[in-house]
C-alpha cells in the first residue's frame, strides 16, 4: 500500500532522515519506534511531504505528488500530528467538520462517517458542542483521531498519540486503533511506548539516528533491552 525508497529528508544543512526503506501492506499496522530525536516525526512530516526531501514514496501504486500536504491528504494519506493539531477555540462538532473537507460538510456521506466517528469515540458524542480545549488530554487525542477518520483515510499515520496521556485513556486509544486496522485500514504507527506499539504491530521499523536500525517481527521480541540496543546503534 505504502512504499517508502531511499527516503533522505534535511533542515538546513542537518541531515535528519538517511535513505529509509519501508513498507506498510493493505490491512497492516505498522509500528515505528525509536528514542527522541531518531527522526520519526520527520518521516511521518516528509511522507506528508512537509519537509524537503528526496526519494520516492508510492501510494496504492502510484508515486505521491511532493511537497504538497493538500495534493497527498486528497490521496487518502492523513496524518495525525505530534501535540494534535486540534483547533482550541472551536467546538468538537468544528473540529469534526472541518476533517471532513474531502467529502463535505452535510451530505449523507458526512453523516454516515459522522456516525461512525462518534460510535468509535462516544466520549466525543457527548461533548459535541463543548470547546476542544476544554476537554482533557485523552478527549482531546480522540477528537484528533476522529478528525482524522472524518477524511476518510485510506492510510492513516499518528506521531505518538500516547504522548502525556494516562495509561487507561492510552489503551482505550489503542484499541480502537486495533479495531479499525481490523476492519481493514492500513496504519502507521509512531510511538516511543515499544510495549503498547508492539502489542498491536504486525512489524515495526526501528529509527535511530535518521535510519532503520532494524524491522522486528512483535512476535519474535523476547525482551524489550533487546530493542533499546537498537536506539544507540
Ligand atoms: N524544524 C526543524 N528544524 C531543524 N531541525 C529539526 C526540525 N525538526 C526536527 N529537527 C531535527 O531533526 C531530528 C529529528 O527530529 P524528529 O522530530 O523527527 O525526531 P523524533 O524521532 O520525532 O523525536 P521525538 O521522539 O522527540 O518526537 C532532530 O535532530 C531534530 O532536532
Ligand atoms: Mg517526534
Redesign the pocket.
Known amino acids: 500500500m505504502l512504499d517508502v525508497k531511499q527516503l533522505s529528508a534535511r ?2 544543512h ?1 541531515e ?1 532522515l538517511h535513505l529509509i526503506d519501508l513498507t506498510v501492506g493493505a490491512n497492516e499496522l505498522v509500528a515505528v519506534l ?10 511521518l512530516r516528509s511522507i506528508m511531504g512537509l519537509t524537503s526531501s528526496s526519494g520516492r514514496v508510492t501510494f496504492a501504486g502510484t508515486a505521491l505528488p511532493r511537497r504538497s500536504a493538500s495534493a497527498i491528504a486528497r490521496r487518502g494519506v492523513v496524518l495525525v500530528p ?1 501535540g494534535r493539531g486540534i483547533f482550541a477555540p472551536m467546538t468538537v462538532a468544528e473540529n469534526l467538520q472541518l476533517g471532513a473537507y474531502q467529502i463535505g460538510g452535510g451530505g449523507a456521506e458526512f453523516a454516515a462517517r459522522l456516525q461512525h466517528v462518534l460510535s468509535l469515540f462516544p466520549r466525543l458524542k457527548e461533548r459535541l458542542s463543548q470547546t476542544a480545549g476544554s476537554m482533557s488530554g485523552g478527549e482531546q487525542q480522540m477528537l484528533a483521531v476522529g478528525r482524522a477518520l472524518m477524511a476518510k483515510p485510506k492510510l492513516l499515520m499518528l506521531d ?1 498519540p500516547s504522548l502525556g496521556l494516562a495509561p487507561k485513556v492510552v489503551a482505550e486509544i489503542m484499541e480502537t486503533l486495533g479495531r479499525l486496522n481490523a476492519e481493514g485500514l492500513p496504519i502507521l504507527l ?1 510511538e ?1 511506548k515499544a510495549p503498547l506499539a508492539l502489542k498491536f504491530a504486525h512489524r515495526a521499523y526501528v ?1 535511530a539516528n ?1 535510519r532503520v536500525a532494524a524491522e522486528v517481527n512483535p512476535r519474535e521480541i523476547k525482551s524489550y533491552d533487546e530493542l533499546a540496543r537498537y536506539y544507540f546503534s
Do not use: C, D, M, R
Not at 525509536?34 to 518521516?43: C, D, Q, R
Open positions: 533542515y538546513g542537518v535528519a525509536g528514542p527522541n530525536g531518531a527522526g520519526k516525526s520527520t518521516l505530534e505518538e509512531v516511543q529509527i535518521g
